[in-house]
């Protein structure tokens, strides 16, 4: 029965992620208040649903303290249970500082015979038989959409669900958060600008994590004193441990929201402090080699096929081969921040409408082809570029990747033989070329660059496409089709009519 009701919540829940989505401004906060409705009953695995299936960040910024609080009798009985009460008597708790995270809540106090300020971290009550039911709620929330894709596309959830639960027994036990800390520390000992605060084991257990306090700001605290040049060097710093993470030792941060970092400026430099070890993977070093090969050859401009690269990454042979012509492209945009040799303006920046437009329906393909070990990282790297995106600065993403991974080259590239000739990087169109000749002679040529594509209605003449138009040509429809079939050289299409000649190509 309890997971029958959860899985009506599930349900509920999708539904409220999409109302938001959908919402306009306007209607915007009655939206954000069902969606904070259906995370009311102490979080669980329900904000991880958010946090894991929603690509569109609909949560980011959501504020769950109002709905998820452990009253203060509840927590001193916690802890007083776990250590004693003659333990419990050395903190001096601060029960004005509390805030709450998706398995638990935090709590300021004082360690008076250590004489410093330490967080407690305090799991949910009945968190992992709640964990439990939700897993059954959503194994049959899913049945049916799943069955219905899996007629087609072979989608099957039983990977993602089967991690979602790795993930949430890993985060339902605290002690775990002290073995990642133990690991992260190790791997993070040649970024001296990056802090890792102690974990005081002795209080440690299942239930609770205790550790030292940083005095660093929040994200939007920083945000609030930065400068545009600290806040450029802060960004800078960042990306760097994300590449030193996905490269250097393959152990990241799965959960990249701004709660898990805090920040400072200091003389020497900015400084950012990890504070949060629940939901750290480890990426594969066959993982890890074939994506920097993949990113260092497209920005090298290597005539390479992208598909083994994909199959070296997880991904399954037989469902890429639905959209093999299509990979070059997709790689092109998926890594468009690297591949720029001026810096990216994050916020113009239109992922998913541009796969979208790539892969059409094949986009169920590349989900359902997709190791989860990619869907973890783009999902962290996601959370990357919407805080970067809050930042009063772009990046040169292309340099700093070339600057910071050049020590790494030797270890990690490697080349594969193309599947196929046809599907490089290098048969790419690398220009868009507009012609309008009228009576013999040239009234428009114009030539773009190919990257130009996706937005190539904006930039064409409003009187060339009304002219289109009443000729019956559909603009959209010719670039759609383009950008579907790979973006290759050729014709995307000539209309004569009397005297007037035009044509569109890829070349």
């Known amino acids: 029965m309890k997971a029958l009701t959860e899985s009506w919540k599930t349900l509920k829940l999708m539904r409220s992620l999409k109302e938001y989505k959908q919402n306009s401004k306007e209607s915007e906060s009655e939206a954000r208040k069902h969606l904070l409705e259906s995370f009311a009953d102490k979080n669980g695995v329900q904000f991880k649903i958010a946090q894991y299936f929603d690509l569109g960040n609909s949560i980011d910024g959501l504020a ?33 500082f509390v805030k709450s995270a998706s398995m638990g809540q935090v709590h300021l106090a004082r360690l008076n015979k250590q004489d410093k300020d330490v967080i407690i971290k305090v799991l949910y009550p009945e968190i992992r038989e709640t964990i439990v039911n939700q897993i059954r709620g959503l194994e049959l929330a899913s049945f049916i959409p799943s069955a219905l894709m899996s007629r087609k596309y072979k989608l099957q959830m039983d990977d993602y669900l089967e991690k979602l639960k790795q993930i949430l027994e890993k985060e339902c ?28 084991e002795e209080y440690c257990s299942s239930n609770i994590l205790v550790q030292e306090f940083d005095s660093g700001l929040e994200f939007e605290a920083f945000l609030e004193q930065a400068s545009s040049d ?27 929201n701004k709660g898990n970092f805090l920040f400072r400026s200091s003389p020497s430099g900015p400084e950012i402090t990890l504070i ?7 990426l594969s070093m066959e993982f890890r080699k074939n994506l920097f090969s993949l990113m260092q050859s497209l920005i090298d401009g290597r005539e390479i096929d992208p598909f ?23 790689v092109q945009k998926l890594f468009a921040p690297f591949v720029s040799q001026i810096p990216f303006d994050l916020k113009r920046w239109k992922l998913s409408r541009d796969v979208d437009l790539i892969l059409g329906e094949h986009k169920w393909w590349f989900r359902s082809s997709g190791g989860v070990e990619f869907f973890q990282l783009m999902k962290s790297i996601k959370g990357l570029f919407g805080m970067l995106q809050r930042l009063d600065v772009n990046f040169n993403w292309r340099h700093i990747f070339l600057s910071y991974t050049q020590a790494l080259k030797s270890e990690l590239f490697l080349e594969h033989a193309p599947l196929s000739a046809n599907y490089t990087f290098t048969s790419l169109a690398k220009s868009i070329i507009i012609q309008v000749k009228e009576k013999g002679s040239d009234k428009v040529n114009l030539s773009l660059p190919a ?9 064409m003449d409003p009187e060339l496409i009304g002219d289109l138009q009443k000729r019956g040509v559909d603009v959209d429809s010719v670039i759609r089709n383009a950008i579907s079939e790979g973006g290759y050289p050729g014709v995307l299409f000539t209309l004569e009519d009397g005297e007037k000649n035009i044509e569109i190509s890829l070349r």
């Not at 036990?173 to 890792?196: F, G």
């Not at 600290?230 to 990249?256: N, V, W, Y």
């Not at 199959?311 to 997709?330: A, I, Q, T, V």
Request: glycine fraction near 6%; charge should be negative.
């Open 64 to 96: 769950l303290r109002d709905y998820a609080m452990i009253p203060m009798d509840e927590v001193v009985g916690i802890l007083t249970k776990e250590w004693g009460s003659e333990v419990l008597a050395e903190f001096d708790i601060n029960w004005e």
């Open 173 to 200: 036990d605290l002690r775990n958060e002290v073995k990642a800390k133990e690991l992260l520390q190790e791997s993070m000992k040649d970024c001296p600008w990056v802090n890792i605060p102690e974990v005081l």
């Open 230 to 256: 600290e806040q450029k060097a802060m960004g800078e710093s960042f990306i760097k441990i994300f590449l030193h993470q996905i490269f250097k030792t393959g152990f990241l941060q799965g959960d990249t």
């Open 276 to 282: 949060d070890y629940g939901n750290y993977f480890q």
């Open 308 to 330: 083994a690269y994909f199959s070296g990454m997880g991904f399954e042979e037989e469902k890429l081969r639905h959209f093999h012509k299509s990979l070059p492209l997709l």
């Open 451 to 459: 990257a130009a594509l996706m937005n190539l209605k904006d930039l």
